[in-house]
Structure formats: structure tokens, C-alpha cells
């Protein structure tokens, strides 16, 4: 636990180095993307967006370093804001990732800015972002089957790395609870994992299976859909049904 919470302490150095040491430099946005580990993010994508005007906005990349540089516009007096993503492959789909601002404050082209990025896993989205970094699961129960989706618990046991390549844990979690919606398990890291489900107040296990079809199944393997993939239409979200045994 100590080694963790140390590895975790020393990965936020580069940021913190950063902003320490870099001052802003009138019409001039910079900064760095960093990842769960910080270590630089190269083709991150930079958005500078006008908080007033319509469309007025451009974007740039990130650099092998994880760096960036964006000359304001001098024509529009408005102020800023800057966001960031990113996109990797894991298990063949594609996602797509907003990252955490170290400094989530708008700003103005007179003074310039130095906005830092950070990717994580879970947690909630600051400034002008909302919702959370992690994935969602929903899970509903088979017609006329009359389950209390409140007293159902769900396992999650990771199936090989994270999609940042990290080991995960086993995750435990009631449905509709942590600030979800009724059906939902909000913010959880996006991974492959394998799924068991049970009342909790029988402690009776239940099957499950896909939204989208197959067989029921005591324990499920589940990876998230990326934004708009089919058939969920949803955004890093895995959509299951449950029932009781056969």
C-alpha cells in the first residue's frame, strides 16, 4: 500500500514541476498531457475554444514529449478555455477520452495560459466538463422476472490489464448506488472484466448476458463499447440483463 501511494505521489512530479517552474507567456496557450503513470502523451488533441463566439476555436496535437503550443487569436477580445483528448485502442475497439485539466479556469489572450492534461481512469469531470472519466455498466432486470435492481450486488474481476495498461482490482458494487442512475454502476475503470451478480439480501446469484443478445450465464466477460459503437450508442457503457437461474 505504502509503494503504491508513493508511485502515485512521484507520477504527479512532472506536472507539478511543471507548473511550478513554467510561466505564461502573453497570447500564448502551452502545456503537457501526461498519463495514469505520467509519462508524456504523444497526438493528444488540444481544443482552444472561445467562450463567447461561436465556432471560433482550433486545435492542435501534442508532440513526442507530450507537449503543445497554441497562439491565441489577437482579433476576438474573449476569453478562453481549453480543453483535451485523447484516443487508444484496447481489444480491438477504439475509445475515446476527455483528460483531466490540471487548471480547469478559462483565461484571456493578454495574459496566455498554461493548462496541463491529465489521463485517468475514474473520477468526476471539472469546469466546463461533466459526467465522469470512467465507464458505465446498466443492468436491468429480464421481463416479469421482478428483481430489486437496489439489492442486487455486482463482481468485477479484471481480465488481464486495464486499458492503461495497469492490473486493476476487484471491484464490488451495488446497483444505483455511487451517484448513479437507478439501473446504473457509475465510474468504473475501462477494462475487460468478468461479471458475477447477486441478491444480496438472499445472497442468491443471478445470471446474466449481454443487452444485445446470447445465451444467460453465471458469470459474463464484458468489455465496453466505445462512443457510438453499436449496438449500445453509448458512450464507454456495457448494457446487461439479469435473471434468476433456470
Not at 503537457?32 to 488540444?46: H, L, S
Not at 463566439?53 to 482579433?75: A, Q
Not at 436491468?140 to 450486488?153: C, F, G, L
Not at 464484458?222 to 457503457?237: Q, R, T
Request: aromatic content about 8%; overall charge positive.
Amino acid at each position: 500500500m505504502k509503494r503504491r501511494l508513493l508511485l502515485a505521489l512521484l507520477s504527479t512530479l512532472p506536472l507539478a514541476l511543471s507548473a511550478a517552474t513554467e510561466k505564461p507567456r502573453p497570447w500564448v496557450l502551452s502545456g503537457r498531457v501526461v498519463n495514469t503513470e505520467g509519462k508524456p502523451v504523444a497526438g493528444a488533441r488540444i481544443l482552444l475554444d472561445s467562450t463567447l463566439l461561436y465556432n471560433s476555436n482550433t486545435f492542435v496535437r501534442t508532440g513526442r514529449d507530450g507537449r503543445y503550443r497554441i497562439d491565441i487569436p489577437r482579433m476576438y477580445a474573449s476569453p478562453w478555455h481549453a480543453y483535451a483528448e485523447m484516443e487508444t485502442t484496447y481489444h480491438g475497439r477504439r475509445y475515446r477520452f476527455d483528460l483531466h485539466p490540471e487548471n480547469p479556469d478559462d483565461f484571456v489572450g493578454q495574459t496566455g495560459a498554461i493548462r496541463n492534461f491529465r489521463w485517468t481512469l475514474t473520477g468526476e469531470k471539472t469546469g466546463r466538463l461533466y459526467g465522469r472519466y470512467g465507464g458505465s455498466l446498466y443492468i436491468d432486470p429480464e421481463v416479469m422476472s421482478n428483481i430489486d435492481r437496489s439489492d442486487v450486488e455486482v463482481t468485477l474481476t479484471p481480465d488481464g490489464p486495464l486499458i492503461d495498461g495497469s492490473k486493476g482490482q476487484v471491484l464490488r458494487r451495488r446497483v444505483g448506488s455511487g451517484g448513479g442512475e437507478f439501473h446504473e454502476v457509475p465510474d468504473l475503470p475501462i477494462g475487460r472484466y468478468k461479471i458475477t451478480a447477486r441478491l444480496v439480501s438472499a445472497n442468491r446469484p443471478l445470471v446474466l448476458k449481454l443487452r444485445s443478445g446470447g445465451n444467460y450465464v453465471r458469470e459474463l466477460t464484458i468489455d465496453f463499447e466505445p462512443e457510438g459503437g453499436a449496438p449500445s450508442h453509448c458512450k464507454n457503457c456495457v448494457q446487461l440483463l439479469m435473471n434468476y437461474p433456470q
